[in-house]
């Protein structure tokens, strides 16, 4: 497994970056020991020295601990914070891609779609198919969050702004992925958005029908600048929203399986019942 010749990033970032990959997806499991340095050396096609970079830079992240005499093993932890860019990555690396996600702009799940798209368009990545759903709150209407923060009321300005951030995102996605499908790069592409009249206090992906990674949004007061005015307001951060993985098992009565199950059928739910289409 050679490392990409292309890729700009130092190669111990490279090979930290597949090792993390392969932890968060599980290829390697909890208290599993990793494969010797002179394995991962040679795996790779680095020096040793390259491999103890990129075991310090997991240490550092917590996802692995170093045990004299024994070697480097996967932290034992479960149901913790999980970086949610690699899982990405992975469902797009299948035939059929499915992602359903559940917040409050899509602004993070933009950032994360554009380096598989990116390698789809430069046939590193072939799907046949991708189907995204979005379900966001419809800020067309008063809703609880954003607010001003001096009164806790609604405001027509803080609300546009953040329809606008919405929109932006949300567009972006449906562009790109549409563009696939009539570059010919995909056999089929969907993008759809629904809009509800709830303010989430959480978001969610479900990637693949299989996985899920859930996270509570943090409400924070900071100020914000619309179109040269300063508005103090309690807003939602989705970029500062811990994510926590639960994926399908061999047992449907698992906690996990049970979990993932569950997350599906409130989305559709959701997605049927009191959620509008939104036009792209």
């Not at 340095?37 to 997991?58: E, F, N, P, W």
């Not at 609880?144 to 995102?169: G, N």
């Not at 639960?246 to 049927?272: C, G, H, K, L, N």
Request: hydrophobic share 40%; charged share 25%; with cysteine.
């Amino acid at each position: 497994m050679s490392l990409d010749p292309d890729d700009p990033r130092p190669p111990y970032q490279q090979v930290a970056n597949a090792l993390r990959a392969a932890i968060l997806t599980k290829k390697f499991e909890p208290g599993e020991k990793l494969p010797s340095g002179h394995d991962l050396a040679k795996t790779y096609g680095v020096a040793r020295m390259t491999i103890q970079q990129a075991i310090r830079l997991l240490r550092d992240e917590g996802l692995v601990v170093s045990r004299q005499g024994s070697g480097v093993f996967v932290r034992e932890r479960t149901e913790r914070p999980v970086e949610l860019r690699p899982h990405i990555e992975r469902a797009f690396e299948e035939p059929n891609v499915s992602i359903d996600f559940a917040g409050f702009s899509g602004e993070t799940l933009n950032g994360m779609l554009q380096e598989p798209l990116d390698k789809i368009r430069l046939g590193r990545l072939t799907p046949e198919t991708i189907s995204i759903r979005i379900l966001v709150p419809d800020m067309e209407h008063p809703m609880s969050l954003p607010c001003r923060a001096e009164d806790l009321s609604d405001d027509p300005v803080i609300r546009t702004r953040a329809l606008r951030i919405q929109q932006r995102s949300t567009q972006a996605i449906a562009d790109a992925v549409h563009e696939l499908a009539d570059l010919g790069l995909v056999k089929t592409a969907t993008v759809h958005v629904r809009a509800h009249q709830t303010a989430p206090a959480f978001k969610f992906y479900v990637i693949n029908r299989e996985r899920v990674f859930f996270g509570f949004y943090p409400v924070v007061k900071h100020t914000v600048r619309i179109k040269g005015e300063p508005h103090e307001l309690y807003d939602v951060m989705g970029k500062d929203a811990l994510l926590f993985h639960y994926e399908i098992t061999e047992d449907p009565a698992s906690m996990a399986s049970q979990y993932v199950t569950e997350t599906r059928r409130w989305f559709d739910s959701m997605w049927t019942t009191i959620s509008r289409e939104v036009d792209l």
